[in-house]
């Protein structure tokens, strides 16, 4: 094969993250070549059985640094930026990794000619009083300046295996008999699945989504999170007690346990202000065609997919009865 014929060649960012990681598969199935930049290569080894001898590769890359972003792009024909914090810790703090290294992502892309596909969420908006979501809008507005015909994807509550929201609370099931329902436990989700994202992003990358757009992403499903925290105890067999906790008191558990040094926090007062908020998909994008839908993937079923890899939070993992509690 000559230099010519070679399959198009694309860089993601943050690819060995659990959304990365999926995009990886999708691509790799399609036959692109394959650039997953993450601060640590040494650990991302695990993504090469996903394809063909040579056709992952990796580098190193930090979105603090721009040097560094500019060295993974370089040569490159599309970009995918999956990078993302839910939470700070030390130098990683949503300013720096979710606008600076957004942007810098966008000039890169830029300079280089390459086609650009960014990982937003729905609610990100640059006026919100939660640091997660307002990093998230203002990184729209630079890339979208940057790259005019960047494409922006926003999920909603994205599960799947590694996720870090149904295995976080089924962790917590397990240690304690009652369960934070924050704010009542009314606010709505719709958790999309992460295959479901990877192939929306794959299909982008394949030409399928309009340039300059911003597609919201959500699953057949609008769940409360009561809802959702009373599907995850059905599934794993558990009878645990959900207790609801005003924002006020969640807010200030949050920012007691964020002190602590070394311990990932079980959830922050950012993360409580995002839970104010409705997180599905707008009236806007569905009347406007932006949606799974309209790349042609159809959303899955979140039961049809959690009983996968939440059995081994049963009492006796796959041997308990399929559960009948909650």
Known sequence: MTLANLPPLVTVFGGSGFLGRHIVRALAKRGYRIRVAVRRPDLAGFLQPLGNVGQISFVQANLRYRNSVDRAVEGADFVINCVGVLFETGRNTFDAVQEFGARAVAEAARASGAKLIHISAIGA???????????????????????????????SIVFGPEDGFFNKFAEMARLSPVLPLIGGGKTKLQPVYVEDVAEAVARAVEGKAASG???????????????????????????????????????????????????????????????????????????????????????????????????????????????KAA
């Open 125 to 155: 908006d640059a006026n919100s009083d939660s640091s997660y979501a307002r990093t998230k809008g203002r990184a729209e507005a630079a890339i979208l300046s940057t790259k005019k015909d960047a494409i922006i994807f926003r999920p």
């Open 213 to 323: 757009t911003i597609y919201e992403l959500g699953g057949p499903e609008v769940l409360t999170f009561r809802e959702c925290l009373q599907v995850m105890l059905k599934i794993t067999a558990r009878k645990n007690r959900l207790v609801s906790i005003p924002f006020t008191i969640a807010s200030l558990i949050g920012s007691v346990a964020s002190l602590i040094p070394f311990v990932k926090p079980p959830i922050t007062a950012d993360q409580v202000r995002l839970l104010k908020r409705d997180n599905v998909v707008s009236t806007k994008a569905e009347t406007d065609g932006l949606t799974l839908k309209a790349l042609g993937v159809t959303p899955t079923m979140l039961t049809s997919v959690l009983p996968s890899y939440l059995v081994h939070y049963r009492p006796h993992g796959q041997y308990t009865g399929s559960g």
